[in-house]
């Protein structure tokens, strides 16, 4: 099929008189996404080069010039908000015909119209109900507490975030590998997702990974079914593909076999969802794996200055795995990124608190500003800072620090060493790790507290002397009052209240509760406590820090104006923009993520990088990058070392300042005793010669970098796919191995993507494989 239309074809379809005004203002490479429509065709779309007028120009176009009814049309995307946005502009442009775009929506929501009328052919009832994620949890336990698992250790939630992995990568149990079934009770998770998906089926129900495998089962057994809608879409649109993941994939694939004509838009320098199932791989390997596939790139940026997209562009040149395209924009270069080295977190805190008071002393809008983070815990010192200044600011995508569900449990712990007699914070951690003392039994100890006059702590210890409670209850109170009267001990007998707030998180069980969920969620909870305990050491004693939290808790209220800083995470921060944008913490460990290292390797380092690009690519005029020298880990100080992201900024479009505060050698952060006496604008090359990423070890480190391998390949067959994917290793009991900090030893376990060696030197370890080489 050809990729260009003969003018004599786009004559005979467009209706006598048709307007082509809504083409104009398209620039020639998006106006050439646009009237390409025949074949597969993938649009390379820059950050803030104009996908989405691209995506909905093209779908105009296509019914417009008669090519197809609106109904022929499948356009998908991934959440209802894109749906509903892509719905809106397409309309602008079709007029009222553009009501007949029936197959515009989510994958999910397709999916589920084209189950309900084929119901039957895979088990189940037109009237089927979808669960959501509560209920699917709540299924999973189920299972678990019949299979005689332990609920405690081997979470629900786990559970189900380990069966939304495997649907993501279209693996039913008879197909998931079975060294995976290690991931959960000790081999029972294929079990345990078996019981899962006949339990669903009796129930006429599916979750919405099955939306998916079922449309993708139902055209594999029924090709006539298929055929119907080979026939239907005669041109499909994808928007975000390189989010899509495998089972999505293969959806596509199949119904794409039809004219061929599928759009697929996306950049997959912007494709950072791997933690829950995004293969980057489904947009790198697009030309492979559609014949005579046309690629066209849209590079020119119509959001950012040539400062901004140049950083962005240097950075991200860094990864192997990448079609590759350069920004630009005829604008002006712009003010050059700002590159700022900084003592600790709450000088880097103190510091953007100043910036944006100037910023709005000049007249700029507070809602034009934005701190981009890597992770939750680090919101913690802007709110206060900016809580302290008097900044209103909004957290986008999630709760306020101090009112995350972990910290709110850490806080009523805390407050009960305080003071006894607190029975708001009494109720809501008497059972929080779970210690038996259900609803029902609180309830009583509250009937009796309100009758006799008295706090719950005082009719706990009196009802424990009697058999009003009994059993588990009776136990779990039991083991709470004595621990409480125990970490009170310790507080009276002077013991620092950072070292007692760790020993009651641990004690309590709380740390392994988040521990034994071992989602991502989790693992952001247990960062929050962290930062939680680091900002009680800056405090003389924990009644000093509970007072703080108090006037903190009563100053956040809600500001009354939509003028506020925006926090939020990088990830959060996909699709936005603001003129003014502070990137803190870009320092090896937190930002590229150590965990997203360890545990995916280059793959993982890879994303992160994406992530800085994505970052840098959200400021239109000012874009402010910031490290720290110090950072508190538990109430202790550590010194820490600039991102490898950091060294990879181009000099040319960087200007290195150091806000520094203190005099003549003082060792400022990573920069020596060079004595920046105050705010300083060096050359980048200067500022880079004192700072600690060009020390000895820093530089050590680059030498034993990373090695970079070639993207997995995809051929389209789940199985082959599956093998591909995380948590598959290709070395053998016994083998010889090589890792860069242990040295050579030999491999002795082999548990999925973690093994554990006898190294020569070092002992035996626990290690992830894609850091180890054959020896």
Partial sequence: MSDQIPLSQMAMARPAGQPTSYLEGLNPEQKRAVETVDGPLLVLAGAGTGKTRVLTTRLAHIIRTGRAKPWQTLCVTFTNKAAREMRERAMNLIGPEGEGLRWLGTFHSISAQILRKHAELVGLKSTFTIIDT???????????????????????????????????????????????????????????????????????????????????????????????????????????????????????RLLARGTGNICCVGDDDQSIYGWRGAEVTNILKFEQDFDGAEVIRLERNYRSTGHILAAASHIIQENRGRLGKTLWTEGDMGEKVQLRGIWDGEAEAR???????????????????????????????????????????????????????????????????????????????????????????????????????????????????????????????????????????????????????????????????????????????????????NAMGQFDSLAAFLEHVQLVMDASTESGTDDEVQIITLHGAKGLEWPLVFLPGWEEEVFPSKRSIDENGNKGLEEERRLAYVGITRARQSCRISFVANRQIYGRWQSVIPSRFVDE?????????????????????????????????????????????????????????????????????????????????????????????????????????KMTVEFEKAGTKKVIATFLEAA
Wanted: charged share 30%; net charge neutral.
């Fill in 649 to 753: 900024l181009p000099h040319e479009n960087v200007e290195a300042v150091s806000e520094t505060g203190y005099g003549q050698n003082q060792g400022y952060g990573g920069f020596g005793s060079s004595g920046f006496g105050g705010k300083t604008s060096d050359s980048f090359e200067d500022l880079g010669e004192r700072s600690s990423y060009s020390s000895p070890g820093w530089q050590r480190m680059k030498k034993t970098e990373r090695k970079r391998s070639a993207p997995p390949t995809i051929d389209g067959k789940a199985e082959l796919i599956a093998s591909s994917a995380p948590g598959k290793s290709s070395f053998k009991i016994g083998q010889r191995v090589f890792h860069i900090k242990f040295g050579y030893g030999r491999v002795e376990v082999i548990e999925g993507a």
């Fill in 351 to 533: 510091l953007i608190g100043e910036d944006i008071e100037q910023w709005q002393r000049g007249g700029g809008q507070l809602a034009d500003c934005a701190v981009l983070v890597r992770a939750s815990w680090q919101m913690r010192a802007f709110e206060e800072r900016f809580i302290m200044l008097g900044i209103p600011y909004k957290v986008i995508g999630g709760p306020r620090f101090f009112e995350r569900a972990e910290i709110r449990d850490a806080m009523a712990y805390f407050r009960l060493i305080r003071s006894e007699d607190d029975d708001l914070a009494f109720e809501r951690v008497v059972n929080q790790p779970k210690r038996g003392v259900g609803a029902a039994s609180l309830q009583k100890l509250q009937a009796i507290a309100r009758e006799d006059g008295r706090s719950l702590n005082t009719i706990c210890r009196m009802v424990l002397q009697t058999d009003e409670v009994k059993g588990a209850a009776k136990r779990g109170l039991t083991s709470f009052m004595n621990h409480l009267d125990m970490w009170r001990d310790k507080h009276h007998a002077g013991i620092s209240h950072t070292e007692l707030a760790e020993q009651i998180l641990d004690e309590s069980g709380y740390t392994d509760m988040l521990r034994a969920d071992r989602s991502p969620q989790a693992a952001t909870r247990l960062d929050n406590l962290k930062e939680l305990v």
């Fill in 134 to 252: 509560d209920d699917q949890i709540r299924l999973c336990k189920q299972i678990i507490e019949a299979e005689g698992i332990d609920p405690k250790r081997w979470t629900p939630r786990f559970m189900a975030g380990l069966i939304d992995g495997w649907k993501n990568r279209a693996l039913l149990p008879g197909k998931v590998p079975p060294d995976e079934a290690y991931q959960f009770a000790d081999g029972k998770g294929i079990k345990v997702y078996d019981i899962y998906q006949k339990r669903l089926s009796v129930l006429n129900a599916c979750d919405f990974g099955d939306l998916l495998l079922l449309t993708i089962r139902l055209f594999q057994e029924n090709p006539d079914v298929l055929e119907e809608y080979l026939n239907k879409f005669r041109y499909i649109l994808v928007d975000e593909y390189q989010d899509t993941n495998i089972a999505q994939y293969l959806w596509l």
